[in-house]
C-alpha cells in the first residue's frame, strides 16, 4: 500500500506519466487513423465495385431475361398461330354443314383422302390404314354397334374431316417441330383424326388400361370441354372473334413413347356456337422448348428455365435441380401421367416462398439463397394462357426464369480489393514507422522538462486535496513570484468564491427542483394531447393510417388469444376524383365527413374501429359473427346510399361506396398483410363489378354479398 500511494502522490511521476502517455495516445492515434482510412477506401472501392458490378450485371441478366423469352415466345407464336390455322379451317368445315359433309363423301373416291377402316375385333377399335397422307383415324369401342360397325354419325364425321389431311400433313411435315398434330371429335363422337399415323388406340391399350371403354375426353382430359362451354355460357358469342382460347395442359408422359409432352388445345364449337364440337391440338416435347432456353449461354454458370405460376418448372438438368432444392413430383391421377418439378416444393426457403411478379409487373429481379451460395434470378413473363389442370381451366401465366450466381459477380471484384489491401499494409507499415520515431522523440523531450517541476505544484495539490473534502477557507502558501506563484493567488481568491457561490447554489438547487418538478408535470400533459392527435385523422376526426398499422397485431392478437374472428371492411368513395372535380375540394372534404360520421353511426359496439385508411378509403375492423359484419357493411353503403350526396359524376345520380370483406378464424394459417390484401381484393372485384356493391373474400374466393 504504501508503495501504491507514493505513486499516487508522487508529483513527479505523475508528471512524468503525463509526459509519456501523449505521445503513445499519439501514436495509437495515428495507427488508428490509418487503420480507419485504410478500413473506409476498402470499403468505399467495395461499394463502388458492387454498385458498378451490380448494374452491370442487372443490365446483362435482364438482357439475357428479354431475349431468352423472345426466343421462347416466337416458338410459342409459331405453334399457336399452326394451331389456330387449322383450327379455322376445321371451324369453316363445321360451319358449312351439309356442303362439308357432302363434299367430305366425294372426296372417299380418292385414295389420298379414303378412310380405309381396319376393325380389332379383340379390341372393338378401329383404325384407318397407312395412307399417302401419313395420316390415322382412331375409333373406340363405344362408337361401334355389336358387329362391329362404326356408327353413321362419326362415318360422317370422319369423312367431313378427311378434307384437312393435306393440310395436317403439310403442317406436321414442313411447319413447327411437334410430336402429334390431331383433331379430336366432339365429346360425344371423340375420334382422332392423328399426324403422323400410329396404332393409337394399341398404344393407349397398352399404356392406359381401359380407356376404350370410356369416353376418350373424360378419360384423358375429364372437365376440358365442360370448361371450354362454361365460358362459352358467360361470354357473348361475338367474344370468340377476340378471345384466344388456345389451353395447354400440364407436362405429362406421352404414350407414343416420345418423352414428356406439353398439349395446345384450341376448341371448335358447332354452326350456332352453342356447344363444343371437338378442338385441334398440338403435342409439343418440353424439350422442343426447353431446349430454348438451355441452348442459352447465362454467364459461366447460370442457367434458364420456364416456369408457370403454380411453380411447375419445364425440364430442369440434375444439376440445376440440386442447386435449386427441387427434385422431380409424379401425378398419377385419372388419365395422363402427369410430371412436374415445382419450385414451390424446394428444400430451400427462400425459394419456396418466392413470391412471382404481380398481376400488372412483366419482370422483377430478385436475390435468392440457393443450394451453393446466393442467386439472382431474374423473373420475366413469357405469355398467358388458359390452362387445363387436370379438372378445371383457368388462366394461368408463364415465366422465363434466369438464374445466376452472385458469385460470379464478385469475382473481379475479390481481386481489385485484394490489390488495394496489399497496398493498404504495406502504407500502414511505413507510417507505423514514422508514427514509433515520433514518438520516442517527443518522450524523451518530455522527460527534460519533468526535472523542472516546483515545490509550489505540492503545495497546490495538497490545497486541493482540501479543497475536496469541504475545506473552502484555508489559503495556499505563495512561495515564489513566477506564473506558479501567480496562479496560487488566483487559485485563493477562486475558493474564497466558491465559499460563497456554495451557499447560493444550495438555494437555487432547492428552487430548481420545484421548477423541474412543476415543467415535467406540464410536459407530460403536452405529451398526451400529442400522441392523441397523431393517432386521429384531422379532417373526419377517425382514427388514422398509423393508428390502423398500430391496432390491427393488437386486435389480431386479442381475437386469437379468444378464439374469435376478426373482420376488415374496407370501402372508399366512388368516383370520388370526379367529385372533387365538379363541387371542388372543399365539398369533397364535407362529403368524406358525412361518410365518416355515417360510418361511426353504423360500426357502433363498442369493440367496433373505424379509421380513415387515406384519401376515400375507410376500414372498420370488428370482432364477431359472420353477419355482424356483413350487417356493419351493408348499413355503411345504405346509409351512404340513403344520404343521397348529389354525385353528377358517378355511377349513380348520388353517392355511393363499394365494400370488400375479408375475415379470419385459423390465425396461423395467413397474416395481417393477407387479410388486408384479401379486403383490397374484394373491394375491387365491388369496383369492377359495377360498384354500390359488397364483395367478401370466404375460402380464397370472391362472393358477392346481397343486400339484406
Not at 472501392?45 to 458498378?52: I, P, R
Not at 395420316?135 to 363405344?142: D, G, Q, R
Not at 370422319?158 to 390431331?182: D, E, H, I, V
Not at 350487417?631 to 346510399?641: D, M, P, W, Y
Request: proline share 3%; with cysteine.
Amino acid at each position: 500500500m504504501a508503495i501504491k500511494e507514493y505513486l499516487l502522490r508522487s508529483f513527479r511521476i505523475k508528471i512524468l506519466a503525463l509526459v509519456i502517455v501523449p505521445p503513445c495516445l499519439f501514436i495509437l492515434s495515428v495507427l488508428v487513423v490509418i487503420s480507419v482510412l485504410r478500413v473506409r477506401l476498402s470499403d468505399d472501392v467495395q461499394s463502388v465495385l458492387s454498385e458498378h458490378m451490380n448494374s452491370l450485371y442487372y443490365s446483362l441478366i435482364t438482357e439475357y431475361s428479354n431475349e431468352i423469352t423472345s426466343n421462347v415466345n416466337l416458338r410459342v407464336k409459331l405453334i399457336t398461330n399452326e394451331l389456330k390455322i387449322l383450327a379455322g379451317t376445321a371451324q369453316t368445315f363445321i360451319d358449312l354443314g351439309e356442303d362439308a359433309n357432302r363434299a367430305g363423301e366425294a372426296l372417299q373416291n380418292y385414295s389420298f383422302y379414303h378412310n380405309d377402316f381396319v376393325h380389332n375385333q379383340q379390341q372393338n377399335w378401329s383404325n384407318i390404314t397407312r395412307g399417302a397422307a401419313d395420316m390415322s383415324l382412331s375409333v373406340w369401342s363405344y362408337q361401334h354397334d355389336q358387329a362391329g360397325n362404326i356408327n353413321s354419325v362419326t362415318k360422317t364425321y370422319a369423312s367431313t374431316f378427311a378434307a384437312l389431311k393435306p393440310l395436317m400433313n403439310a403442317m406436321g411435315r414442313r411447319g413447327a417441330q411437334k410430336g402429334w398434330l390431331y383433331l379430336a371429335g366432339p365429346k360425344a363422337e371423340p375420334f382422332m383424326l392423328v399426324y403422323p399415323w400410329a396404332q393409337m388406340p394399341a398404344i393407349f391399350d397398352e399404356k392406359y388400361k381401359g380407356h376404350n371403354s370410356q369416353n376418350w375426353w373424360d378419360f384423358f382430359f375429364p372437365g376440358m370441354v365442360e370448361e371450354w362451354e362454361r365460358w362459352l355460357r358467360e361470354h357473348p358469342v361475338e367474344a370468340l372473334a377476340s378471345q384466344d382460347m388456345t389451353t395447354i395442359t400440364p407436362f405429362y408422359d406421352d404414350a407414343g413413347g416420345t418423352g414428356t409432352m406439353l398439349t395446345f388445345f384450341y376448341p371448335l364449337w358447332t354452326a350456332g356456337r352453342d356447344a363444343n364440337s371437338g378442338a385441334v391440338a398440338i403435342d409439343i416435347g418440353v424439350d422442343t422448348l426447353a431446349g430454348i432456353v438451355h441452348s442459352a449461354k447465362v454467364g459461366q454458370s447460370g442457367f434458364a428455365f420456364i416456369m408457370s405460376d403454380e411453380g411447375e418448372v419445364l425440364n430442369l438438368k440434375g444439376e440445376q435441380m440440386d442447386r435449386l432444392g427441387v427434385s422431380d413430383l409424379v401425378a398419377c391421377g385419372h388419365g395422363v401421367t402427369r410430371y412436374s418439378t415445382n419450385i414451390f416444393c424446394s428444400t430451400i426457403p427462400e425459394i419456396a416462398s418466392l413470391r412471382l411478379p404481380p398481376q400488372d409487373e412483366e419482370y422483377r429481379l430478385y436475390t435468392v439463397a440457393g443450394k451453393d451460395g446466393e442467386y439472382y434470378l431474374a423473373v420475366r413473363e413469357m405469355g398467358r394462357v388458359l390452362r387445363w389442370n387436370g379438372n378445371t381451366t383457368s388462366p394461368a401465366r408463364f415465366f422465363v426464369v434466369v438464374a445466376l450466381p452472385k458469385s460470379e459477380v464478385f469475382t473481379i471484384q475479390n481481386v481489385i480489393q485484394r490489390e488495394i489491401a496489399g497496398a493498404s499494409s504495406s502504407a500502414l507499415g511505413m507510417a507505423t514507422m514514422a508514427a514509433l520515431l515520433i514518438g520516442m522523440l517527443t518522450i524523451m523531450l518530455g522527460i527534460h522538462l519533468v526535472l523542472r517541476c516546483t515545490k509550489q505544484v505540492h503545495l497546490l495539490m495538497r490545497r486541493m486535496d482540501q479543497l475536496g473534502k469541504g475545506d473552502f477557507y484555508s489559503e495556499v502558501p505563495v512561495i515564489v513570484q513566477d506564473d506558479l506563484g501567480k496562479l496560487a493567488q488566483i487559485f485563493n481568491t477562486m475558493t474564497t468564491d466558491l465559499a460563497a457561490s456554495r451557499a447560493q447554489l444550495q438555494n437555487y438547487a432547492t428552487r430548481l427542483e420545484g421548477m423541474v418538478a412543476e415543467r415535467t408535470k406540464e410536459l407530460d400533459e403536452a405529451n398526451k394531447q400529442l400522441a392523441d392527435i397523431s393517432r386521429k385523422d384531422a379532417l373526419t376526426g377517425l382514427y388514422n393510417r398509423r393508428h390502423f398499422d398500430e391496432a390491427l397485431p393488437l386486435m389480431w392478437r386479442v381475437a386469437k388469444r379468444e378464439g374469435k374472428t376478426l373482420f376488415l371492411i374496407m370501402f372508399d368513395v366512388d368516383h370520388f376524383k370526379q367529385f372533387n372535380d365538379i363541387y371542388g375540394h372543399l365539398a369533397g372534404d364535407e362529403c368524406l365527413r358525412r361518410v365518416a360520421t355515417l360510418t361511426t353511426g353504423c360500426a357502433n359496439r363498442p369493440q367496433d374501429i373505424v379509421f380513415r385508411y387515406g384519401g376515400e378509403e375507410f376500414v372498420v375492423l370488428l370482432v364477431g359473427g359472420a353477419n355482424d359484419a356483413r350487417h356493419v357493411g351493408e348499413c355503411i353503403r345504405k346509409a351512404v346510399e340513403d344520404e343521397k350526396i348529389s354525385h353528377a359524376g358517378g355511377c349513380a345520380p348520388w353517392l355511393t361506396i363499394s365494400i370488400g370483406i375479408a375475415s379470419v378464424h385459423d390465425f396461423s394459417s395467413t397474416s395481417p398483410a393477407e387479410l388486408l390484401a384479401q379486403a383490397d381484393a374484394a373491394l375491387y372485384r365491388s369496383k369492377r363489378e359495377g360498384r354500390n356493391c359488397m364483395f367478401e373474400s370466404r375460402n380464397g374466393e370472391l362472393v358477392a354479398v346481397k343486400p339484406e
